[in-house]
Nanobody, 122 residues
Framework: QVQLVESGGGSVQAGGSLRLSCAAS????????MAWFRQAPGKEREFVAA????????MYADSVKGRFTISRDNAKNTVYLQMNGLKPEDTAVYYC???????????????WGQGTQVAVSS
C-alpha cells in the first residue's frame, strides 16, 4: 500500500509558477513510477506527466510540454511538478499517482493522493 499526499497548490495569475510536491509513505517508493494527473470541473481526469523509477525518463501531455517539469527525489520519497507559464486552462485539481508501470494510462495507477487545487486567473 502506498499513501500519497500532495501539497503546493494555490492561486496564481497567468504566467506565474507553482511547484507541487507529493510525499509517499512507502519505503519502496524507489520501485514505483510516478505521475501527475489533473481534473478540471466537469471534465475527465487527464494525464499531465510521468517519471520512471530511476527518474531517467519522463513524458508529458502535449498541453504542458515545455512548461511543466516532473522530477523525483527517491531519498526523500517525493515527486515534484514544477509548473511555469501557467494558463487559466491549467486550473484543476492535481493528483499524484504511483504504479509499478511507467505509463500515461490512468487505469495502470492503483495509488492516488487526495489532490491539490491549482487556480490560474487571467
Amino acid at each position: 500500500q502506498v499513501q500519497l499526499v500532495e501539497s503546493g497548490g494555490g492561486s496564481v495569475q497567468a504566467g506565474g509558477s507553482l511547484r507541487l510536491s507529493c510525499a509517499a509513505s512507502a519505503r519502496t517508493f524507489g520501485t514505483y513510477a510516478m505521475a501527475w494527473f489533473r481534473q478540471a470541473p466537469g471534465k475527465e481526469r487527464e494525464f499531465v506527466a510521468a517519471i520512471s523509477v530511476s527518474g531517467g525518463s519522463s513524458m508529458y501531455a502535449d498541453s504542458v510540454k515545455g512548461r511543466f517539469t516532473i522530477s523525483r527525489d527517491n531519498a526523500k520519497n517525493t515527486v515534484y511538478l514544477q509548473m511555469n507559464g501557467l494558463k487559466p486552462e491549467d486550473t484543476a485539481v492535481y493528483y499524484c499517482a504511483s504504479s509499478r508501470i511507467y505509463t500515461l494510462a490512468r487505469p495502470a495507477y492503483p495509488y492516488w493522493g487526495q489532490g491539490t487545487q491549482v487556480a490560474v486567473s487571467s
